[in-house]
């Protein structure tokens, strides 16, 4: 189970800041590409956002983009 409950209920209304794609949690493969404990990333995967201390990240400058 997710530590940021909250994050789950708001997801299917979360997007890019950049391209305006929907949000999904990142999969363990892409957390561990970028050294990430958890994030979210676009749904084609190009962008991946930080999750801090339960809190996204979704500014443009920190995106990570693949």
């Known amino acids: 189970m997710s530590h940021e409950p909250w994050i789950e209920n ?9 391209t305006h794609q929907p ?16 994030a ?7 962008r991946v956002f930080v999750i801090e201390d339960g809190i996204p990240i979704l500014l443009p400058q920190e995106t990570r983009q693949q």
């Open 40 to 46: 979210l990333v676009t749904q084609d995967g190009s």
């Open 10 to 18: 708001l997801l299917p209304l979360m997007r890019c800041p950049d």
């Open 23 to 38: 949000l999904r949690r990142a999969t363990p493969e892409e957390c561990a590409k970028h050294g990430l404990q958890t």
